[in-house]
């Protein structure tokens, strides 16, 4: 599969499912699940970035998760394309042909899928083991997984150090002695150590400074193209994700609700849900007359979401029929994919 600009496809998850049971009483049995990712699908083309959106707790990071086998799914499919000479005998026994099934995956076959998708995770600080030095850090997957021995290692940390804008010198030092931008360069080098074909990125400047935020954004910009990387960028702030990303899904409540180009989002979005998130953006102008949409009531609880359309009890445009019939996410335009009654 390729797209318009001739891009191939690298991942397609089929209604991915992720629920967490929530156990209660002396035999701790099975009373409810948390429905934290219900049924969403999406695909990924090899080289570009889809940012993945949507307020805290609508389920972006635990798709992430699930997306590694951090978490292993309820339900659903993925598919990473691989090429026939670059997977191993268990990988072929799991997988088509072309595509490998990342939930279906077991033992040695999952242990190198590893190599193939990694995470710059949210936390610069907690994701990085406080009692190893960074050199350590950045060739455990080296050695791991057999991409170099002796001398080499020590040459491969020293150059993703300096790919990432980090000096040698400090390959000695252990975490705590580092910014938080710079425990972030970290991560990312440790992601990028294995030569993975896709890295999930989740939250990865939400906890760093605004300034520091751009240096890291543009990092990952240059890396992906000096690479050919792919990611899937996870992330409450819209502008943001609109820098960075090539097309955007947004996520209420464990559902994707619209996924289209970036320019096309910002420029039309067709869901209610989209245009709220769009109109609470800043913009440093103080005589710009903005139409801002304003949401009211809570999010509801993902154990007990509302029937039909789980937009529907915070919409502006609500109609009976959106609390009873859950929409299709469908293509309404070339490439614009929503799930509303009355997208516009």
């Not at 309820?74 to 939930?103: H, N, W, Y």
């Amino acid at each position: 599969m390729t797209d318009v600009n001739n891009k191939e496809l690298l991942l397609r998850v089929d209604n991915m499912v992720k629920y967490f049971p929530i156990k209660a009483g002396v035999f701790k049995r099975t009373v409810a699940h948390v429905k934290a990712v219900d049924d969403i699908s999406f695909h990924i083309f090899n080289g570009e970035t889809l940012g993945m959106v949507g307020e805290s707790g609508c389920g972006k990071t635990t798709a992430g998760m699930t997306l590694l086998r951090l978490y292993d799914a309820t339900s659903g499919s993925a598919f990473l394309r691989m090429p026939e000479g670059e997977r191993s005998e268990p990988q072929k026994a799991e997988g088509a042909c072309e595509d490998v099934d990342i939930f279906r995956l077991k033992g040695r076959a999952l242990r190198n899928l590893r190599k193939d998708v990694q995470m710059i995770f949210q936390d610069p600080y907690s994701s990085l083991n406080p009692r190893m030095r960074v050199k350590n850090i950045i060739a455990e997957g080296i050695k791991t997984h057999n991409i170099a021995s002796g001398s080499e290692v020590n040459d491969r940390v020293a150059d993703l150090m300096r790919k990432v804008g980090l000096s040698v010198d400090h390959m000695y030092r252990f975490p705590h002695e580092f910014s938080g931008g710079q425990r972030q360069r970290i991560g990312i080098a440790r992601a990028l150590a294995v030569e993975p074909k896709l890295i999930v990125c989740d939250e990865a400047v939400s906890a760093l400074d605004v300034s520091i935020q751009a240096q890291v954004i543009n990092l990952l910009n240059d890396i992906q193209e000096d690479l050919g990387l792919t990611y899937l960028f996870i992330a409450h702030d819209l502008a943001v994700v609109k820098h960075i990303s090539d097309r955007i899904a947004v996520m209420y409540l464990g559902k994707i609700v619209e996924m289209t180009d970036k320019h096309s989002l910002f420029d039309h979005p067709m869901h209610p849900y989209t245009k709220a998130l769009i109109s609470a953006i800043p913009i440093p102008d103080p005589t710009h007359d903005k139409n801002r949409v304003i949401l009211e009531g809570d999010v509801p609880s993902p154990i007990n979401p509302p029937s039909g359309c789980r937009f529907h009890t915070r919409c502006p445009v609500a109609k009976e029929i959106c609390s009873t019939d859950d929409p299709v996410f469908e293509e309404k335009k070339s490439g614009h994919f929503v799930a509303c009654h009355f997208a516009e």
